[in-house]
């Protein structure tokens, strides 16, 4: 019961307050990844303690994609190309996932994320309505100046890909 609480409200749940934080301010507060990082640690005793749930095995290939997403983000944010929090996120991300979809993660974050830009740029050509001025968010968002709020294409990407992943399999299993 804990495990399907987790994965169906709880994971999702946080990664869509994360998106939004992200698009409101243009930051992932640290409560976030650590929340989600807390949360899987939960998750994966739950499950190993379940008849068909994860093997130490599993629990280390996760681990493993967490560690290489943590390492790739801290370099995509050395070069300045993502903030620490997006770095933060793939990484939980790719943790949740697994090492089996840490590349196809990694496709669809890129490919959200490339529509996102795409859409951000083609707001940015567009004059606000009067009627929207008033939302600070929205006019950071349009600022030219202003980056991408990329943690929206993190989250995307791993709520897209968490109904097939191994862990909806190893819950529906237990």
């Given at each position: 019961m804990l495990v399907e609480v987790i994965l169906i409200a709880v994971l999702p749940a946080l990664l869509i307050a994360a998106a939004g934080w992200d698009l409101t301010s243009f930051t992932i507060p640290n409560l976030f990844p650590a929340a989600l990082l807390a949360l899987f640690a939960l998750?994966?005793?739950?499950?190993?303690?379940?008849?068909?749930?994860?093997?130490?095995?599993?629990?280390g290939l996760h681990a493993a994609a967490g560690g290489?997403?943590?390492?790739?983000?801290?370099?995509?944010?050395?070069?300045?190309?993502?903030?620490?929090?997006?770095?933060?996120?793939?990484?939980?991300?790719?943790?949740?996932?697994?090492?089996?979809?840490?590349?196809?993660?990694?496709?669809?974050?890129?490919?959200?994320?490339?529509?996102l830009t795409l859409g951000v740029l083609l707001l940015r050509r567009v004059p606000i309505p009067s009627g929207l001025l008033g939302h600070a968010w929205l006019l950071r968002l349009a600022d030219p100046r202003s980056g991408i709020p990329y943690g929206v294409a993190l989250s995307t990407a791993a709520l897209a890909m968490l109904p097939a992943s191994e862990l909806f399999r190893l819950a529906a299993a237990s």
């Open positions: 998750f994966a005793a739950a499950s190993a303690l379940a008849p068909h749930g994860m093997t130490l095995s599993d629990i290489i997403g943590l390492t790739v983000g801290i370099a995509f944010f050395a070069l300045g190309w993502i903030g620490g929090g997006d770095a933060k996120l793939f990484a939980v991300a790719a943790l949740w996932l697994g090492w089996h979809a840490l590349f196809e993660y990694a496709l669809f974050a890129s490919v959200f994320g490339g529509a």
